[in-house]
Nanobody, 114 residues
Framework: QVHVVESGGGLVQAGGSLRLSCTAS????????MGWYRQAPGNERELVAL???????TYAESVKGRFTISRDNAKTTAILQMNSLKPEDTAVYYC????????WGQGTQVTVSS
């Protein structure tokens, strides 16, 4: 069983920064790919940033140059540093760990005020 827990959401003004953290724990026998997704009201869940087990990274076009995904040395914590936040970044942010099966966290709210 694998558990994924996110933290770090909150309320910030436009132009501000937030740092989200995601930790996968449990029976982990290989390096997981980890990704951040977000879902705004009325919208589908969309990929924000992904770091694969190989270390390669993919960003959504809308966040390139503003968001940075990284992971710790243990490879089971993924950090999403979000800078220059915009009101359209407001959403529930979910972390996923990919280990053959996809494990999701419970989500953390990010609200950017104008």
């Amino acid at each position: 069983q694998v558990h994924v827990v996110e933290s770090g959401g909150g309320l910030v003004q436009a132009g501000g920064s937030l740092r989200l953290s995601c930790t996968a724990s449990g029976i982990i026998i290989s390096i997981p790919g980890m990704g951040w997704y977000r879902q705004a009201p009325g919208n589908e869940r969309e990929l924000v940033a992904l770091i694969r087990s190989s270390g390669t990274i993919t960003y959504a076009e809308s966040v390139k140059g503003r968001f940075t995904i990284s992971r710790d040395n243990a490879k089971t914590t993924a950090i999403l540093q979000m800078n220059s936040l915009k009101p359209e970044d407001t959403a529930v942010y979910y972390c996923a760990a990919f280990l053959g099966t996809t494990y999701w966290g419970q989500g953390t709210q990010v609200t950017v005020s104008s």
